[in-house]
């Protein structure tokens, strides 16, 4: 028996961990929170998580199939993890204010959205983005209403809220504008809150 054959063969300690399509999505979004769309391919991807690029193919045809399965984990793991953590605050303000301030600490989230908006040419994010933006735009336009406000003035106000966060995205993550320290960051969140919503 040829011994070298047989130590070469994988065990179950050896062989590569068997990855699922969500590993594959996840480690895409994670690309393109470091690199942006463009870097998304299949190559770096398999030696990023230690794999062939069989495992890949074992799962989508295509890096297009890829970007669309990641874009579409990020908009649903977004969705549960910030409005649908907020379901059980009865309260309108105090729902928007936790809104607010649990938004500003997600970091990772932010760094993707600002990517997206970057690669809005693509037909693959177009549809994400017009998604998300809407669904945004409808719970702060819903939130403002229970909190008291007109159906106008709540437009306006929601508006307001969702420009403030892109901008702020611009001017921190493509306008490289000086990064605030966490003190004046925290003054920065607690003035947007007392200034949008109403007492």
Same mark, same amino acid.
């Given at each position: 028996?040829?011994?070298?054959?047989?130590?070469?063969?994988? !065990?179950?300690?050896?062989?590569? &961990?068997?990855?699922?399509?969500? +590993?594959?999505?996840?480690?895409?979004?994670?690309?393109?929170?470091?690199?942006?769309?463009?870097? *998304?391919?299949?190559?770096?991807? =398999?030696?990023?998580?230690?794999? !062939?690029?069989?495992?890949?193919?074992?799962?989508?045809?295509?890096? +297009? =199939?890829?970007?669309?399965? =990641?874009? #579409?984990?990020?908009?649903?793991?977004?969705?549960?993890?910030?409005?649908?953590?907020? #379901?059980? *605050? &009865?309260? &309108?303000?105090?729902?928007?204010?936790?809104?607010?301030?649990?938004?500003?600490?997600?970091?990772?989230?932010?760094?993707? /959205?600002?990517?997206?908006?970057?690669?809005?040419?693509?037909?693959?994010?177009?549809? *994400?983005?017009?998604? *998300?933006?809407?669904?945004?735009?409808? /719970?702060?336009?819903?939130?403002?209403?229970?909190?008291?406000?007109?159906? !106008?003035? =709540?437009?306006?106000?929601?508006?307001?809220? /969702?420009?403030?966060?892109?901008?702020?995205?611009?001017?921190?993550?493509?306008?490289?504008?000086?990064?605030?320290?966490? #003190?004046?960051? #925290? +003054?920065?969140?607690?003035?947007?809150?007392?200034?949008?919503?109403?007492?």
């Amino acid at each position: 028996m040829n011994t070298s054959a047989a130590n070469a063969r994988p !065990t179950s300690s050896t062989r590569a &961990p068997r990855l699922s399509a969500d +590993d594959w999505a996840q480690a895409a979004l994670d690309m393109v929170a470091e690199q942006g769309i463009a870097a *998304v391919a299949v190559e770096p991807l =398999a030696r990023r998580l230690g794999v !062939t690029k069989g495992s890949f193919y074992w799962h989508f045809p295509s890096r +297009d =199939a890829l970007l669309q399965a =990641a874009l #579409e984990r990020w908009e649903t793991v977004e969705q549960e993890s910030v409005f649908g953590s907020l #379901e059980v *605050v &009865p309260d &309108p303000r105090l729902r928007l204010r936790q809104l607010f301030l649990l938004v500003a600490h997600e970091a990772k989230s932010h760094i993707i /959205y600002s990517e997206l908006l970057k690669a809005l040419d693509h037909p693959a994010v177009q549809p *994400v983005i017009a998604r *998300v933006s809407q669904r945004r735009m409808e /719970y702060l336009v819903a939130s403002f209403r229970q909190a008291g406000l007109g159906r !106008t003035d =709540a437009q306006h106000r929601a508006r307001l809220a /969702y420009a403030a966060y892109v901008g702020f995205l611009q001017l921190s993550l493509q306008l490289h504008q000086p990064r605030m320290q966490h #003190e004046e960051f #925290e +003054d920065y969140v607690n003035h947007v809150i007392a200034a949008l919503i109403p007492n």
